[in-house]
């Protein structure tokens, strides 16, 4: 999965990539792991690098809510791993396993809900409302996805702070 023909083998095999209206598959699932050398940060490096494969794949493959789940040994780099995976997600949890052995240093990252939204939590955002939601939000369109604003009016425009995207929609509110 480091070579670029591999991976287009496998676009070419679900046919296609992600685009406005969504993507091809439901889940990247990678177990890949990196040949043992017996140098532990090494070891946690290559296997960094190989999550990172699987997410460029998962990036480029994934429908809107679609989930990715990958195998990597814990280490300095997780941490800056799981931060550049968690915007493209609703979340991202580490999951360590019964099933793997207690001298094991492997977990799983696993990121839930893609999001293709074009607005992402703490976005700032000028909408126009123009609907409103059976609950009293109103509804705003950002390059045709859905924004629920609370406390507005239909026909205003407004300068919006987003707080929660999800696949389908997110929220927001005025900003101050
Ligand atoms: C723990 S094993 C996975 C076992 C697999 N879940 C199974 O049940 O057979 C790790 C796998 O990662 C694969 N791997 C390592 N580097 C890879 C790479 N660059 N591209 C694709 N696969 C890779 C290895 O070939 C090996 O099969």
């Not at 685009?19 to 598959?25: F, H």
């Not at 990678?30 to 296997?47: F, I, K, Q, T, V």
């Not at 999951?95 to 977990?107: C, G, K, N, Q, Y």
Request: proline share 4%; net charge negative.
């Amino acid at each position: 999965m480091t070579e670029e023909s591999t991976k287009q083998k496998v676009r070419d095999a679900v046919g296609g990539t992600t685009d406005a209206r969504g993507g091809p598959v439901d889940v990247v699932l990678s177990d890949m792991a990196p040949n043992m050398s017996g140098d532990y940060d090494l070891d946690h490096a290559r296997s960094v690098h190989l999550v990172r494969q699987a997410f460029e794949v998962a990036t480029d493959l994934l429908d809107s809510g679609g989930d990715f789940a990958a195998k990597v040994f814990d280490g300095q780099d997780l941490a800056d791993l799981k931060a550049d995976i968690e915007p493209e997600f609703e979340y991202v949890r580490e999951v360590r396993p019964d099933a793997s052995r207690d001298s094991s240093s492997e977990l799983y990252l696993v990121a839930k809900h893609r999001l293709t939204a074009p607005v992402r939590e703490g976005d700032v955002v000028e909408v126009t409302i123009d609907d409103m939601g059976e609950e009293g939000d109103g509804i705003a369109k950002v390059d045709g996805f859905t924004v629920f604003v609370s406390g507005v009016g239909e026909g205003e425009t407004v300068e919006v702070r987003i707080d929660d995207v999800k696949p389908r929609f997110a929220f927001g509110q005025p900003a101050e």
